[in-house]
């Protein structure tokens, strides 16, 4: 089992940077796939990023590619989300998921923490 809280959120402006973090507990963290998704006011839950369990490879959405970077740390049981640039369309719940035989899906992960706000105004 995973438990995952997110934080970092809140409200910038266009152009700001933002970064998320998200902490887990249970033995299982450095065995998953970890990944961010966003839900934008109205829409599905969409893929942002993802990163192996070593960290070595990570995947973004082409909406935040160049402007998102994804990592994680074993050692403290953390993913992070570093956002630059952001814009309006940014704006959305962000949540960090876990699972194995993951794919951009939001069905194939495993585990999810509870969200957190992120809002950017124009």
């Known amino acids: 089992q995973v438990q995952l809280v997110e934080s970092g959120g809140g409200l910038v402006q266009t152009g700001d940077s933002l970064r998320l973090s998200c902490a887990a507990s249970?033995?299982?963290?450095?065995?998953?796939?970890m990944g961010w998704f966003r839900q934008p006011p109205g829409k599905e839950r969409e893929f942002v990023a993802k990163?192996?369990?070593?960290?070595?490879?990570?995947y973004y959405a082409d909406s935040v590619k160049g402007r998102f970077t994804i990592s994680r740390d074993n050692a403290k049981n953390t993913v992070s989300l570093q956002m630059h640039s952001l814009k309006p369309e940014d704006t959305a719940v962000y949540y960090c998921?876990?699972?194995?035989?993951?794919?951009?899906?939001?069905?194939?992960?495993?585990?999810w923490g509870q969200g957190t706000q992120v809002t950017v105004s124009s």
């Open positions: 998921a876990g699972g194995w035989a993951v794919t951009t899906a939001p069905n194939t992960y495993n585990y």
């Open positions: 249970g033995r299982a963290f450095s065995s998953v796939v």
């Open positions: 990163i192996t369990t070593s960290g070595g490879s990570t």
